[in-house]
């Protein structure tokens, strides 16, 4: 079993929709969770960044952590065409080495 | 917010010739930079942990002697492929990390070997 498990999709979705993505993992001691936005062919933009469990709300975006499932999720309101992109979900360990263990990401479709 | 400028953003190179890729943090210091390689489709892959003034540290199965990371000031560190390969053909990117902003990335290197 991998440390963190992300659907890969295609999830695709109609404009305006919202926008549920999720991430699972195994290691209890990640403390740290953060979401990124991938457009093709470049590299991964920080959307999100929380610590624990709860959630975090930033304009059209919330990240949400729940510990006790090991779950986190990131959702869109009003998605836009241009939120089109690879979402890779990170997480990490508090203390020690704080390198995060991404996710494969997972490839969201907003069509007009 | 925090800056992580990478070059060149593709590079087509022949079989058994060098790449280097450069790795800058435009607006804060860092002392540990880090080395991913992406496949299509697949999520980052950690290759080595850049560390100033001192060797890299690279993850298991990643050969040091080919992918040689150089990491000579605060801002800066460097990727060589040596001997490339069409294998060694993929997405490298670099990230640093600001204590305010988290992990940056650089906008990466697509790297074509024929």
């Known amino acids: 079993q991998k440390e963190v498990e992300q659907d890969p999709g295609p999830l695709s979705v109609p404009e305006g929709a919202i926008v549920s993505l999720n991430c699972t993992y195994s290691n209890s001691a990640f403390q740290y969770f953060m979401w990124y936005r991938q457009y093709s062919r470049k590299g991964p933009e920080l959307l999100m960044y929380?610590?624990?469990?709860g959630n975090k709300e930033d304009g059209r975006f919330t990240a949400q952590v729940d510990k006790s499932s090991k779950y986190i999720s990131l959702f869109i309101r009003d998605s836009q065409p241009s939120d089109s992109a690879t979402y890779l979900c990170a997480m990490s360990a508090s203390g020690g080495s704080y390198i995060p263990t991404f996710g494969r990401g997972t490839s969201l479709i907003v069509h007009p | 917010g925090a800056v992580v400028s990478q070059h060149p953003s593709r590079v087509i190179c022949k079989s058994g010739t060098s790449v280097k890729i450069e790795c800058r943090s435009l607006d804060f210091q860092a002392t540990t930079m880090f080395w991913y390689r992406q496949f299509p489709k697949q999520s980052l892959m950690l290759m080595a942990t850049?560390?100033?003034?001192?060797?890299?540290?690279?993850e298991q199965g990643v050969e040091k002697d080919k992918f040689l990371i150089n990491h000579a000031s605060l801002t800066l560190s460097t990727l060589t492929v040596t001997s490339a390969h069409p294998e060694d053909s993929s997405f490298y990117i670099c990230?640093?990390?600001?204590?305010?902003?988290?992990?940056?990335f650089g906008s990466g290197t697509r790297l074509t070997v024929v």
């Open positions: 990230s640093a990390r600001d204590l305010g902003s988290g992990y940056t």
């Open positions: 850049s560390n100033e003034g001192s060797k890299a540290t690279y």
């Open positions: 929380t610590y624990s469990s």
